[in-house]
């Protein structure tokens, strides 16, 4: 593989900027983000990013670690749901609506964040990164707004703005365009079949066999640009 499909698919963390042990993104986008954050702190905002680049190694532990049900699949409704019902290709859609497959997450690009204000998180509360806490009734609608706002200003997007059929709503993935709009155009359906062709993925063979649907329903299908 070409150092920029090793890159796109997870295989390589040279382009990433480490802002603390756990998270890094793509050096290119460090003073963008830092202009975004500055601006949203005048407006009250102490936007922070709770994850950044993720590897395909990590990619592949969360995916594997749902396959075989060590951690829960959520539904939309945030219900658990029953594995043993489903079949194959169910389990692979249920995964799919909120984890990426190893090889086609945009937090491997590094330029794709996820984002909360810290400032506003209730005292004692953990981060759940769950659309409820972005909403009108939650504690980060400020942010919401304040993203809907002005993020574009910055060069930044939200690719999963709204369900499509998808991938699920998620008001907290930020897309850093001037980098994400080459990479999108750079990754393709047959880059993604020769990484996880070369890799131990359960359920592969009926990944493979239905990669077409999978790649047009989750992977780009996301906000117009
Ligand atoms: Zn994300």
């Known amino acids: 593989m070409s150092e920029l499909e090793l890159m796109l698919t997870g295989q390589t963390a040279q382009h990433i900027h480490w802002l603390s042990a756990n998270i890094g993104i793509h050096h290119e986008m460090v003073a963008g983000f830092s202009k975004l954050q500055a601006e949203a702190k005048l407006a009250g905002i102490e936007l922070t990013i709770a994850s950044g680049f993720r590897s395909f ?3 592949l532990a969360i995916w ?3 396959f075989s049900g060590q951690t829960p699949i959520k539904d939309a409704s945030n219900q658990t749901v029953a594995l043993e019902q489903l079949s194959i290709d169910e389990k692979i859609h249920a995964i799919m609506l909120f984890s990426a497959l190893p090889g086609a997450s ?3 690009w590094g330029c794709d964040i996820d984002v909360y204000a810290k400032n506003l998180l209730p005292t004692g509360q953990s981060l759940a990164l769950e659309p409820w806490e972005y909403q009108a009734s ?4 400020p942010l919401t707004l304040w993203l ?8 930044f997007f939200l690719p ?8 699920a709503q998620e008001p907290w993935h930020l897309s850093y365009l001037p ?24 359920g592969k063979t009926q990944l493979m066999a239905i990669l077409p649907e999978l790649y047009q329903r989750y992977i780009v299908n996301i906000a117009n640009t």
């Open 57 to 59: 190694e990590r990619q």
């Open 64 to 66: 594997q670690n749902k």
């Open 106 to 108: 945009r937090h491997h």
């Open 138 to 141: 939650g504690h980060f609608y």
């Open 148 to 155: 809907a706002k002005h993020a574009q200003r910055f060069g």
């Open 160 to 167: 999963y703005d709204k369900f499509r059929g998808g991938v």
């Open 179 to 202: 980098l994400s709009q080459h990479y999108q155009q750079a990754y393709s359906q047959a880059l993604l079949a020769k990484t996880l062709a070369n890799c131990d993925i359960q």
